[in-house]
T-cell receptor, first 115, second 112 residues
Framework: GAVVSQHPSRVICKSGTSVKIECRSLDFQATTMFWYRQFPKKSLMLMATSNEGSKATYEQGVEKDKFLINHASLTLSTLTVTSAHPEDSSFYIC???????????FGSGTRLTVV | GESVGLHLPTLSVQEGDNSIINCAYSNSASDYFIWYKQESGKGPQFIIDIRSNMDKRQGQRVTVLLNKTVKHLSLQIAATQPGDSAVYFCAEHLYNFNKFYFGSGTKLNVKP
């Protein structure tokens, strides 16, 4: 149990366009999901906490207008990278948990390349 | 944010040997810790977790030790196999904020 599906796994987009990444909890409901960003050979950096039915909570330094998060249901959170630029190229990973402070499961990640 | 650091950025071991990966955390209020394994191009994979009211937890070939006095966490892998080669991250959970902070990672190389 506790499977998190992330889609797409890879995406290449042109500079200036927007890209949407989906994160789904397949066999459990998640009131909270998390979005991370990872640069090559670096650790995961928490970007924001996605809360079902309310606004996301962004970490300091993360542009909320650049990285739009929507958590419309208990099984789906989306991250939209708006007006993407090459510096937004990165590995984006989501995670979710059945309950607060309980084993967090990660998606398989999305490799975004902006050209 | 909080700081979670690892003592060794890379670790090379011989197949069959035991591996120990260490991690220091900074927040004494952290209530939950997880070790993750990440293979190239993939998302982190849960290995084992431990709550702050415990000091040891064992899984299949893995053991996590928690020393709250010195805020230290370790992951022990018994009879390390080539398939264990990956980057390992520790993460600490701050209950009040419901957030996980990750350490910088240790790359484990298992030599056949």
């Amino acid at each position: 149990g506790a499977v998190v599906s992330q889609h797409p796994s890879r995406v290449i987009c042109k500079s200036g366009t927007s890209v949407k990444i989906e994160c789904r909890s397949l066999d459990f409901q998640a009131t909270t999901m998390f979005w991370y960003r990872q640069f090559p050979k670096k650790s995961l950096m928490l970007m924001a906490t996605s809360n079902e039915g309310s606004k996301a909570t962004y970490e300091q330094g993360v542009e909320k207008d650049k990285f739009l998060i929507n958590h419309a249901s208990l099984t789906l959170s989306t991250l939209t990278v708006t007006s993407a630029h090459p510096e937004d190229s990165s590995f984006y990973i989501c995670s979710a948990s059945k309950a607060r402070g309980y084993g967090y499961t990660f998606g398989s990640g999305t490799r975004l390349t902006v050209v | 944010g909080e700081s979670v650091g690892l003592h060794l950025p890379t670790l090379s071991v011989q197949e069959g040997d035991n591996s120990i990966i260490n991690c220091a955390y900074s927040n004494s209020a952290s209530d939950y810790f997880i070790w993750y394994k990440q293979e190239s191009g993939k998302g982190p994979q849960f290995i084992i977790d431990i709550r702050s009211n415990m000091d040891k937890r064992q899984g299949q070939r893995v053991t996590v030790l928690l020393n709250k006095t010195v805020k230290h966490l370790s992951l022990q892998i018994a009879a390390t196999q080539p398939g264990d080669s990956a980057v390992y991250f520790c993460a600490e959970h701050l209950y009040n904020f419901n957030k996980f902070y990750f350490g910088s990672g240790t790359k484990l190389n298992v030599k056949p």
